[in-house]
């Protein structure tokens, strides 16, 4: 959504949100100019536009899953429950905003529609921030949702036996990072090959620490939504430390995808994680893990909330719907 894309190149429904909400005064701020606290005023401001219109679901609520990690307290969740469906499957979603922004509220409009589209139930998570909480707050806090849905589907009202995890930017790290864990968790206890999610909807996700790849030298200028210099921002304020650029929590594409559970992956052309996208593709093939990647034109990054204001948005949510749908479908 900024108006500095060629226009030759941005969709320009997209292009046009931007305009407009540019004539109100909202423009997403830059974590390496301004502060943390201002940058999160701003983003309440972009999604309460990006809200507007937006009805609840008849059954969503907001709960508190416990904490795993001996920090204490409760990761604050919001459930979303598909009107009129009995027992639904559940997807444990993390929003995107680069591990230091972002709200349950903002992502409401969005959720929503993917649920009565879908018929998926979503559990979205409030997980800590950066950088008041670094490395791994923000994954434990994920993968507490992910196993206290596991353990209580019937408290919840969905079925535990259907799980998937999906996320975007940041999110989409997070919810892959989980899975694997779960994966891994599987193993190790002897009952290698069944893990409770069947599925991954992982939406334009940060999934290495590499910024670059040649489609960070072409896209990584800001102008598309995201920046070479603001990755490197990210990493410094969410880590404890540089190393931890290679554990498999951070830059889950390091690790091996073998017994991961079906996956759908979206990305905008003009997204600088585009090539993130294509490797985690390509590890999923060599790992004969079923999954599609979708590529959509005149996208950049952080689209996935547009869609009452454009077109091919309303198309990769409905493609995203249909996706879940089919792999959370009752058994027969």
């Not at 559940?90 to 409009?109: E, K, P, R, V």
């Not at 919840?156 to 997070?174: E, H």
């Not at 093939?285 to 979708?294: F, K, Y």
Request: glycine share 8%.
């Amino acid at each position: 959504m900024n108006d500095a894309v060629p226009p030759a190149t941005l969709d320009p429904e997209l292009a046009a949100l931007g305009a407009h909400l540019k004539a109100r005064g909202l423009a997403a701020l830059s974590l390496t100019r301004a502060a943390v606290a201002d940058c999160r005023a701003m983003n309440a401001r972009i999604a309460a536009v990006l809200n507007e219109n937006s009805k609840p679901l008849m059954r969503e609520r907001d709960i508190a899953v416990p904490r795993e990690d001996g920090s204490g307290g409760a990761v604050a969740c919001r459930l979303y429950l598909p009107d009129g469906v009995a027992n639904p499957p559940l997807m444990i979603y993390a929003h995107g905003g680069s591990f230091a922004l972002g709200t349950l509220d903002a992502w409401n409009a969005m959720l929503r529609e993917l649920v009565r589209a879908s018929g998926v139930a979503v559990l979205s998570v409030d997980y800590r921030l950066s950088p008041e909480h670094r490395f791994p707050a923000a994954f434990d806090d994920m993968l507490a949702a992910v196993r206290h849905a596991a353990r209580e589907g019937q408290s919840l009202g969905i079925d535990a036996t259907r799980l998937a995890v999906g996320g975007d930017s940041a999110g989409g790290n997070l919810a892959l990072a989980a899975a694997l864990a779960m994966r891994d968790a599987s193993r190790n206890s002897g009952a290698a090959g069944f893990s409770p999610l069947k599925f991954m909807l992982l939406i334009y996700g940060v999934y290495s620490t590499d910024n670059t790849t040649p489609a960070w030298a072409t896209l990584g200028t800001g102008n598309y939504g995201l920046s070479a210099a603001q990755m490197d921002w990210i990493w410094a304020h969410y880590l404890q430390a540089p190393d931890q650029r290679g554990d498999w929590r951070v830059a889950p594409l390091t690790a091996s995808m073998a017994g991961m559970p079906p996956a759908h992956l979206i990305i905008g052309n003009l997204d600088p994680l585009i090539d993130d996208s294509r490797a985690l593709a390509q590890k999923l093939a060599a790992a004969n893990v079923p999954h599609s990647l979708t590529v959509y034109d005149g996208l950049t990054h952080g689209f996935i909330r547009s869609s009452p204001h454009v077109g091919v948005v309303r198309r990769a949510l409905a493609d995203c719907a249909a996706a879940l749908s089919r792999a959370l479908a009752a058994p027969r």
